[in-house]
């Protein structure tokens, strides 16, 4: 198991940036798969980005590509997700989510067995 804690958060108008991170501890903090999800007031929790152990593979949900980039430093252990472009429909809580089992989960929520808190990104138009 690992906890992980987000940061970075915060509000920012259309067209700025943001970056998250999120603190990986525990036995088995360093590589391990990873991603971030949002959710929104009233919506579903959704897959934002997701990157395997080595950091060689990442995926991205079509609404943030181009404009979101993960990225890891394993040797801290820290997960990063640079915002830029943002937009109103941004706006979410971020959540850092990990498999410590698995070299690459992917967008399947259910597939994560450990959540961070949660961080607020508010994009205001």
């Known amino acids: 198991q690992v906890r992980l804690v987000e940061s970075g958060g915060g509000s920012v108008q259309a067209g700025g940036s943001l970056r998250l991170s999120c603190e990986i501890s525990?036995?088995?903090?360093?590589?391990?798969?990873m991603g971030w999800f949002r959710q929104a007031p009233g919506k579903e929790r959704e897959f934002v980005a997701a990157?395997?152990?080595?950091?060689?593979?990442?995926e991205y949900n079509d609404s943030v590509k181009g404009r979101f980039t993960l990225s890891r430093d394993n040797a801290k252990p820290l997960l990063y997700l640079q915002m830029s472009s943002l937009k109103p429909e941004d706006t979410a809580v971020y959540y850092c989510?990990?498999?410590?089992?698995?070299?690459?989960?992917?967008?399947?929520?259910?597939?994560?067995?450990?959540w961070g808190q949660g961080t607020q990104v508010t994009v205001s138009s």
């Open positions: 990157i395997s152990k080595s950091g060689r593979t990442t």
């Open positions: 989510a990990a498999n410590p089992t698995a070299y690459y989960v992917g967008p399947i929520r259910r597939d994560y067995t450990d």
């Open positions: 525990g036995r088995l903090a360093s590589g391990i798969a």
